[in-house]
Nanobody, 125 residues
Framework: QVQLVESGGGLVQAGGSLRLSCAAS????????MGWFRQGPGKEREFVAA????????YYADSVKDRFTISRDNAKNTVYLQMNSLKPEDAAVFYC??????????????????WGQGTQVTVST
């Protein structure tokens, strides 16, 4: 089992920045990829970004590319999501996810077998 705990959400004005953190514990040596998803009010959960735990390749949704940056600290078993130039439409509950699968669609939520509890991001105008 892998446990994921997110932190860093909150209220920010449009144009501002936030950094989310996701601390992983448990069988982290099994983890292949970690990702961030978000779910806004009345919307389906959508892919935001992902990072390969070994190698560090990163992947982004088009809507956040050039504004968000995903990174990892292997020593701390922590993944970060730096969010800049936030827009009201970025407001959502952000979830951290992890998978030990290979060859899966990392942009699809079904490929992840571990999830955090979520952290709220609110963007005011």
């Amino acid at each position: 089992q892998v446990q994921l705990v997110e932190s860093g959400g909150g209220l920010v004005q449009a144009g501002g920045s936030l950094r989310l953190s996701c601390a992983a514990s448990g069988r982290t040596f099994d983890v292949n990829t970690m990702g961030w998803f978000r779910q806004g009010p009345g919307k389906e959960r959508e892919f935001v970004a992902a990072i390969r735990w070994r190698g560090g390749s990163t992947y982004y949704a088009d809507s956040v590319k050039d504004r968000f940056t995903i990174s990892r600290d292997n020593a701390k078993n922590t993944v970060y999501l730096q969010m800049n130039s936030l827009k009201p439409e970025d407001a959502a509950v952000f979830y951290c996810a992890a998978t030990n699968g290979v060859g899966l669609n990392l942009r699809g939520s079904s490929g992840y077998n571990y999830w955090g509890q979520g952290t709220q991001v609110t963007v005011s105008t």
